[in-house]
């Protein structure tokens, strides 16, 4: 969805990090340039397609939940990859989850609801961050606007339809990371 809302928003180009193929299938099916992070460091990869100056803006869409390349939960990752990989005096969304306080956390910073952030390099570059929850009344009118003329079609993420009664094992699958899920819409009446 930020791969969407970037290229509505008029983004030249979009970069999408992952490491699962058929999420790195979907972002480029959506107009996006893969970024696969198994494939080696996703900071030096975005430099390296931006002539070393970095992204415009960045968008953290994960949260504290964020994993390396080998599966381990790492929370800071995708916000410092954005510090490195954002130009100076660009901008980094987070929309992903943060909560106060995460006590089954493996990361220590984490229970306590912080990170280890890079806000030296963050503050050297000037760069500026926005956060917190979607005010979803101020674009529900104009985002249902371009899903009706067809300029957005948010159904391309979704990958299964389900009944309510599927939803424990639909939720685990999204979550243990299995291949070709990426959005589920759960039918109560089915």
Same mark, same amino acid.
């Given at each position: ?23 790195? =299938? ?12 198994? +494939?080696?460091?996703?900071? =030096? ?14 968008? =953290? ?13 790492? %929370? ?10 954002? +130009? ?14 995460? %006590? ?20 050297? +570059? ?27 079609? %948010? ?27 990426? +959005? ?7």
């Amino acid at each position: 969805m930020a791969a969407l809302s970037a290229s509505i928003q008029g983004a030249s180009r979009i970069f999408v990090v992952d490491q699962h193929p058929d999420r790195l =299938e979907l972002a480029k099916q959506l107009g996006a340039i893969p970024i696969d992070q198994s +494939k080696g460091d996703v900071v =030096e990869q975005i430099l390296q397609l931006t002539g070393g100056k970095g992204a415009d803006c960045g968008c =953290e869409a994960v949260g504290y939940q964020c994993h390396n390349q080998h599966g381990h939960e790492v %929370p800071n990752l995708t916000m410092n990859n954005l510090v490195h990989s954002v +130009k100076a005096t660009g901008g980094i969304g987070v929309i992903g989850v943060f909560v106060p306080a995460d %006590p089954g956390s493996p990361d220590k910073l984490a229970k306590n609801g912080s990170i280890a952030f890079d806000f030296g390099t963050f503050w050297f +570059k000037g760069q500026k961050m926005g956060t917190g929850q979607a005010n979803v009344k101020a674009y529900n009118r104009k985002l249902r606007e371009l899903i009706f003329v067809g300029k957005a079609k %948010p159904s391309l993420i979704v990958s299964h339809r389900l009944s309510l009664d599927q939803a424990p094992g639909a939720y685990k699958s999204f979550d243990d990371r299995k291949d070709g899920w990426t +959005k589920v819409v759960l039918k109560p009446a089915a």
